[in-house]
């Protein structure tokens, strides 16, 4: 998306998706006719630059990243993860992040704005939350965390004007594949509202974006470059 331009970009990650996901947002109403789905291996620092420069070269400028990465998610126990799982979640959840961080962040510093905005969405409201069933997970969302940590205060350690946050629903989310009458659960698209409105928002009031996007603010929280939660 971006603040300059009435366009927004959308990059998906898997072949086939970007129909998928204009079919949905048609289906509900919503307009595309400003939307454009590019499609990259993100998971490499090469097709990740690639995607950088198609970006560039049709909207001459990035002015937000929200980096929503992941895979699937193994409800197992720790110790019986194969490594091949290992290996699938760390470059899913960490190596994803790392990847896309090291392409955009220097661009965004370049411009000497922007705002970077990590979903993490499964280490609790305290950062701190490794359940039986999901320890792998949680080992994933707790090295996500640092790196936005890490990523802050090299930001600001070099004097550069990014906001770097992290994002964290603090409820299941609503997807089109997940489906819960639970009126406690956060619908996907109530989660993406606040993510833009966190993009817009130059000083962070959690008050003020939860207005803005019209969620209900015990369903998010922000988290900054300090471990205390915001």
């Not at 970007?18 to 079919?23: F, R």
């Not at 109403?29 to 490499?44: E, M, R």
């Not at 000497?112 to 994933?140: F, H, K």
């Not at 550069?160 to 409820?171: A, C, D, F, H, Q």
Request: glycine share 8%.
């Amino acid at each position: 998306m971006s603040r300059y331009r009435p366009n927004s970009n959308c990059p998906i990650t898997e072949p086939g998706s970007p129909d998928d996901l204009h079919k949905h947002l048609e289906s509900t109403g919503t307009a595309t006719d400003q939307l454009t789905s590019l499609v990259g291996n993100i998971g490499q620092i090469d097709g990740a630059k690639e995607l950088r420069d198609d970006i560039l070269e049709q909207f001459g400028r990035v002015d937000t990243v929200v980096a929503s990465l992941g895979g699937p998610q193994p409800i197992e126990r720790l110790i019986d993860v194969p490594q091949e799982m290992w290996d699938q979640v760390i470059d899913n959840f960490m190596t994803a992040h790392f990847v896309v961080a090291r392409t955009f962040l220097p661009l965004l510093a370049e411009q000497d704005e922007g705002s970077y905005t990590m979903i993490n969405g499964l280490s609790g409201p305290t950062g701190d939350i490794a359940a039986p069933a999901s320890g792998l997970m949680a080992i994933a969302s707790a090295g996500e965390h640092m790196l936005m940590r890490a990523l802050a205060e090299s930001a600001e350690h070099h004097g550069e004007s990014v906001r770097i946050n992290e994002l964290v629903p603090l409820t299941p989310l609503i997807t089109r594949s997940r489906t819960n009458t639970d009126s406690e659960w956060m619908p996907a698209e109530e989660f993406g509202l606040v993510a833009v409105a966190l993009a817009m928002e130059y000083n962070y009031h959690r008050e003020a974006i939860g207005v803005y996007s019209q969620s209900d603010v015990r369903r998010w929280q922000v988290r900054s470059g300090e471990w205390t939660p915001v």
